[in-house]
């Protein structure tokens, strides 16, 4: 049982990377302190479909609170991929498709829940009525635009590269810097890396090398993680990944967008795993005249959507407006109930609307 009460007031700390001093407000920082010192059970929640980001997210809250000797649980609403699951800590997360009671026990015991990487409940799948009745003040540090009210408090800097570099300074603004061991190093500087495609978008900002910069000192050893994630590919996802571009690949050049549809048989084809589309969305961006990359992938009562775009072409507003979805400026997911042809007939049909907005060349100026 929690040992304090509180009233549910939500903080809204949001920041800049652009601010000169601490990222978050240090009043709320403190007020988020005093809530941990008076706690001990911790459930630490990642998104459905993690990423690296949420998991490396979870698992640096979990190395770093258990030191503090707090009872700290990592909580997922699914199974994630393989290349993430070499990270330290990763076996003792709990997944919630296989451990529904007990995950459900973790939220309803817990006096804390950190919600990492994402800024709505709803984004946790099956666990999100337990969420929405836990007791628990809940914790949320994101970096995903337009936050929900359902935390107490809210630590949401957009123009970050990650959630892993915004647990990076809620640590540091905690005071507890020297406790980023190698575990904890390694897992954020996996969050940072995979959320900005090995350092090619989201990475504009000089204090997120300088935190790369200060994980390497702690033993990071940035080559090895690279491999560890990115050159894990098993035979059939590499003849999947093949597969997309040269068979399933549409080019609809006076829409400066290419659209890559992946069905249930070509998934069963290739025996696909969790994760083995991972990153397929972002290979059409590649092609010079190509502002906007879409993969479509179906599942057994929906369409999942992903897009990516390049400069100021907002994917967030677009996936919000027509797909029920949102993320980032030029990376975010929606959904389409739709059948699979049908859903492409739309999107062309919608991106009409967009062509001026599509049609423009990246210079340096």
């Known amino acids: 049982m929690p040992c304090f009460r509180h009233k549910p007031v939500r903080f809204s700390i949001f920041a800049s990377q652009n601010d000169s001093e601490s990222m978050f407000d240090p009043v709320e920082i403190k007020k988020a302190g005093r809530i941990l010192a008076q706690s001990k059970k911790i459930a630490l929640i990642c ?21 503090k000797d707090y009872v700290v649980n990592a909580l ?130 000089a204090r997120t090398y300088e935190i790369i910069a200060d994980l390497v000192k702690r033993g990071v050893d940035a080559a090895k993680v690279h491999k560890l994630v990115y050159d894990t590919y098993s035979e059939n996802r590499l003849r999947l990944l093949g597969f997309a571009i040269s068979s399933r690949m549409l080019v609809w050049n006076g ?30 961006l590649s092609m010079a005249h190509i502002n906007l990359a879409v993969l479509l992938t179906e599942k057994d009562d929906i369409i999942r959507i992903s897009f990516r775009s390049k400069g100021d072409f907002d994917v967030n507003d677009f996936a919000r407006k027509h797909f029920n979805g949102g993320g980032h400026r030029n990376a975010s997911g929606g959904n389409s109930k739709l059948s699979l042809t049908a859903t492409l007939e739309q999107m062309k049909n919608i991106l009409g609307q967009y062509r001026q907005a599509l049609d423009y060349q990246i210079t340096l100026e």
């Open 47 to 67: 998104h459905k479909n993690p990423d690296g980001d949420t998991i490396g997210a979870a698992l640096a809250m979990y190395h770093y609170l258990s030191k």
């Open 76 to 205: 997922v609403p699914n199974d994630f991929p393989g290349f993430y699951q070499w990270m330290p800590g990763s076996e003792k997360m709990h997944i919630y498709d296989r451990e529904a009671k007990y995950v459900r026990q973790c939220i309803a015991e817990a006096d804390v829940i950190f919600c990492l990487d994402f800024n709505s409940l709803d984004r946790t799948g099956n666990m999100a009525d337990a969420l929405k009745k836990a007791k628990a003040v809940k914790i949320m540090i994101d970096h995903h635009q337009a936050p929900s009210d359902e935390f107490e408090y809210c630590f949401s800097v957009i123009d970050t590269s990650s959630t892993g570099e915004l647990v990076y300074e809620f640590i540091d603004a905690l005071g507890d810097k020297e406790r980023i061991d190698l575990n904890v190093a390694l897992a954020l500087y996996t969050c940072i890396m995979t959320d900005t495609g090995s350092f090619s978008f989201s990475c504009n900002h």
């Open 255 to 284: 829409l400066h967008t290419a659209v890559i549809r992946l069905s249930k048989d070509d998934l069963k084809r290739f025996d696909f795993q969790i994760g083995d589309t991972e990153g397929v969305v972002n290979y059409p």
